[in-house]
């Protein structure tokens, strides 16, 4: 019996990009109240260890049913499994890639040798509470086959994982210039991230946000918060830029469709009672549909500018007009962004990993 390491990791990768996903939305996975008052233990104990091992565990009873989780010692019998090499090989690994605070060294350091994860070690520990937060999840845990109650009780801890990062510190990695290659390699990447919203709406303020320095315009750029109702704000859409007291543009930045029926609702409830004279939609290639465009000809024709562009091309092209000094302002405009305190921590992350690619590809 052996643990498949790179499926391990793989299963980690998955699971971890749906926590993430619940925590932009604020939404945790569903499991027992038992299960959520022993993680709150777990990851409010100084023994890092605890929810590391259990972490391990997971991942090694999902792969064979068979594994005695309690046995993390491969010397330990036919069913125990090798809890040190699958936290080298992968759990420490996983945690240090994703900046989340975790053990420098392995795990089972804390553990005398030969350990068995059961109330006859508790008497050897310090944090005997924390051990016992660890064990109640084991039972749970070592009780279930069924994969997809396995499954769930491992996105919920990496929820967990995840929340602790959220209340780290995540330095964001930074490269002196761009090739517009680069460019586009990252803003794909970016754009193909699940983030809420939030990084179409930050690239998309970033690029206006050079545009006025580097043209030295008068504009007064206001963007409101992701998942912000426009009618709750009284702002007519994600972007608002104006001259003095007249509205120059209006933009919504989406990720989602674009039918005919929203950009109706669009120029009745925001154009025509503000009398916006430029509407931008920010839309990924394809996302406005036929009958959308159509409409936005017809408005067209009658006087008014509802337009539809595609994010990724409008920076670079953009990037490629300003030249290396804007190009310069950009990147220091977006990190500005990126570095507030409001963006979530697992975006700052993503941001590393692509620069880190970009800079190493």
């Known amino acids: 019996m052996a643990i498949n390491y790179e499926s ?4 980690l990768e998955e699971a971890f990009a749906r926590a993430e996903a619940d925590l932009l939305q604020k939404s945790p996975p569903k499991v027992s109240k038992a299960i959520r008052n022993a993680c709150e233990v777990l ?42 090499s699958l936290d080298e090989r992968v759990i420490n690994p996983f945690l240090h890639d994703k900046r989340i605070p975790s053990s420098r060294g392995p795990y089972l350091s804390v553990f005398r040798r030969s350990v068995r994860f059961d109330k006859s070690t ?84 970033a690029t206006l946000r050079t545009i006025k320095l580097c043209f030295n315009l008068d504009w007064e750029i206001n963007w409101q918060g992701i998942n912000v109702a426009d009618t709750a704000s009284g702002a007519g859409g994600d972007i608002t830029i104006t001259s003095g007291d007249h509205i120059l543009m209006v933009a919504e930045v989406t990720e989602r469709q674009v039918d005919r029926s929203r950009v109706v609702a669009t120029f009745n409830t925001k154009i025509a009672p503000r009398g916006i004279e430029e509407y931008l939609f920010f ?7 036929p009958e959308a ?69």
């Open 293 to 361: 465009q159509q409409q936005a000809r017809q408005y067209f024709a009658q006087g008014l500018e509802v337009n539809f562009l595609h994010i990724k091309d409008w920076v670079l092209i953009l990037l490629a007009t300003i030249g290396k000094r804007g190009r310069a302002a950009f990147n220091k405009t977006l990190l500005d962004l990126l570095e507030s305190p409001d963006v979530p921590k697992a975006l700052k992350v993503t941001w590393n990993e692509q620069i880190s690619k970009i800079g190493t590809g």
């Open 283 to 289: 839309v990924r290639p394809s996302a406005a549909s």
């Open 43 to 84: 990851f409010s104990s100084k023994t890092q260890a605890y929810r590391e091992v259990i972490l391990g565990c997971i991942v090694a009873r999902i792969q064979d049913k068979a594994f005695n989780i309690r046995l993390p010692y491969i010397d330990q019998g036919p069913n125990a499994f090798s809890g040190r």
């Open 8 to 11: 391990a990791r793989q299963l």
């Open 122 to 205: 508790r008497s050897g520990l310090r944090d005997k509470e924390g051990y016992d937060a660890f064990l109640a999840i084991l039972n749970r845990v070592e009780a279930l086959s069924d994969d997809t109650a396995l499954l769930q009780i491992l996105q919920y801890i990496l929820y967990k994982f995840a929340e602790l990062r959220e209340a780290s510190e995540v330095q964001l990695l930074r490269l002196p210039r761009m090739s517009l290659e680069q460019y586009d390699a990252l803003i794909s990447a970016l754009l193909s991230m699940p983030s809420g919203g939030r990084f179409p709406v930050l690239l998309v303020v």
